[in-house]
């Protein structure tokens, strides 16, 4: 019922730009906040940032100052800028919807979108 739709991944050099985007659709209910994480080959899933729908923001310290994160709560969609790219930032980049549902909270994934990186 509730599906999350990544665009924006892709090929890019280092120093390069990406603009991540994650539409939300379906049975949206109470959005508590919107994030992305990634997972490189060998590693563990880790957060990138993630945005409230108050609009407050956090970030990997890995990621400050270069990625950015936004929404726009009318589209329940959410952007991830990505400047200064570096190799290290390469991996399957995943959406994640944070929900409540009467005082129950769920979490959904998007399917992942590849950023690689070359040097």
């Known amino acids: 019922q509730v599906q999350l739709v990544e665009s924006g991944g892709g090929l890019v050099q280092a120093g390069g730009s990406l603009r991540l985007s994650c539409a939300a659709s379906g049975s949206i209910k109470r959005i508590n906040a919107m994030g992305w994480y990634r997972q490189a080959p060998g590693k563990q899933r880790e957060l990138v940032a993630t945005?409230?729908?108050?609009?407050?923001?956090n970030y990997a310290d890995s990621v400050k100052g270069r990625f950015t994160i936004s929404r726009d709560n009318a589209k329940n969609t959410v952007y991830l800028q990505m400047n200064s790219l570096k190799p290290e930032d390469t991996a399957v980049y995943y959406c994640?919807?944070?929900?409540?549902?009467?005082?129950?909270?769920?979490?959904?994934w998007g399917q992942g979108t590849q950023v690689t990186v070359s040097s």
């Open positions: 945005i409230t729908s108050g609009g407050s923001t």
């Open positions: 994640k919807l944070d929900m409540t549902v009467l005082f129950s909270k769920y979490d959904y």
